[in-house]
């Protein structure tokens, strides 16, 4: 069994930070449990213009899950970490176009992981985050099951070192 790898260190999956992205529900409000416990990544462009964006680890870990659910979920990449308070970190994207690692790899923060998908047409092309603190979560578990300490994204990411103004960046739709 591959030990938990130690994660200190905290982005945003998006590689190139840079672009104009915003979070789904800043736009359009509230859906399916957004934006609490989940988060809808898209570029300003809209559509699939973010088809195929480079997606790299947000933290140090070890792959759980490299697989395609099908339906609404398309392709699935989950990767556990610990921080040094111990926390049990468990990551998802989900929708994605491909994936670049496997179950077991090995993962350092900023490694490239995969692309922004569509799960295969059924929606614009978005990444769907969640993250989950302690008990880790079965693959197809929506960030809004009360059973797990599922996070909103972009305040863990606060909380753990990222850059507020990257954050609020690339939240808001802001035209840059």
Request: hydrophobic share 40%.
């Amino acid at each position: 069994m591959t030990p938990i790898p130690m994660a200190t260190v905290f982005r945003l999956p998006m590689k190139a930070l840079e672009k104009p992205w915003y979070e789904a529900t800043r736009v359009y409000g509230p859906y399916n449990g957004h934006p609490r416990y989940c988060e809808d990544w898209n570029l300003e462009t809209g559509g699939d213009s973010d088809l195929g964006e480079l997606l790299v680890a947000p933290f140090s870990g070890v792959v759980i899950n490299a697989f395609n659910a099908g339906g609404a979920w398309g392709n699935i990449l989950r990767i556990l970490g610990r921080t040094p308070e111990g926390e049990v970190v468990t990551w998802m994207g989900a929708h994605l176009a491909a994936m670049y690692v496997q179950a077991g790899d090995v993962v350092t923060v900023g490694d490239q992981i995969g692309t922004i998908g569509n799960a295969d047409g059924r929606y614009a092309a978005h990444l769907h985050e969640q993250i989950c603190v302690g008990a880790v979560p079965g693959p197809e578990v929506f960030g809004t099951d009360r059973l797990y300490d599922f996070r909103q994204p972009s305040v863990f990411y606060a909380e753990h070192g990222v850059e507020a103004d990257v954050i609020r960046r690339v939240t808001e739709r802001d035209g840059r």
